[in-house]
């Protein structure tokens, strides 16, 4: 029994660690939604989210020797983060379904690509009891859930943050992408500042292109 709860706390506190970035594109997706369609659209994007991820959990170590999982994964979370970005202005103009099913959309795929890597974690700590895994992705959803409703509620009062947010996505995005196998002889080669250093000009890179992308 010791075992059981040790290994569910395991998995929580792995799912608060890494929901960090989820909650970001929760709050980023559902910003320029009407108040009554927010909580719809943070209940079934999290929802949806976290049915894909434990899918994911249970295919893990099979789903990362998938040849350029990780940089597709890279990339895919750039052109979310610019989408985010170029849509902060602009998106009121969308009729209220198409927005509700486009931010929904947008949580389900971005939490699928940034879970990519972060599964193998959840799958460890499980020791492969999928009762485990489902009961403790289950107990993330509320975590997730207050904490996208946090967010929005400082984006609406510091419009920097949602910058800081499409800037922490590009970051994961070269993340992910110098985690990608096929480069590793590359990557090993390289100074290891380089591992920040590229993160940090794609979050710049997304920041400044959403911008453009606005005009």
Not at 41 to 65: C, E, P
């Amino acid at each position: 029994m010791e075992w059981l709860l040790l290994g569910l706390l395991k998995i929580i506190v792995i799912n608060i660690v890494l929901s960090g970035d989820n909650a970001v594109v929760i709050a980023l997706a559902c910003k320029h939604l009407p108040p009554e369609q927010r909580k719809k659209a943070i209940f079934l994007g999290s929802s949806g989210a976290i049915v894909l991820r434990f899918v994911l959990t249970i295919a893990a170590v099979w789903l990362l020797q998938i040849p350029f999982v990780q940089l597709t994964g890279g990339i895919m979370l750039l052109w979310i983060a610019l989408k985010l970005m170029s849509g902060e202005e602009g998106e009121e103009k969308l009729e209220a379904s198409a927005h509700l099913g486009r931010a929904i959309k947008t949580i389900m795929i971005a939490d699928l690509v940034m879970s990519l890597d972060n599964v193998v974690a959840v799958a460890g700590a499980a020791s492969g009891n999928y009762v485990l895994i489902a009961v403790g992705l289950a107990v993330s959803i509320p975590l997730i859930i207050w904490g996208s409703r946090l967010l929005m509620s400082l984006m609406n009062k510091f419009p920097v943050i949602v910058i800081l947010g499409v800037a922490l996505l590009g970051y994961t995005a070269g993340e992910m992408i110098l985690k990608e196998k096929r480069f590793a002889g590359f990557m090993e080669a390289l100074p290891h500042v380089f591992y920040i250093i590229i993160p940090l000009v794609l979050a710049v890179l997304v920041v400044l292109g959403g911008r453009l992308m606005q005009h």
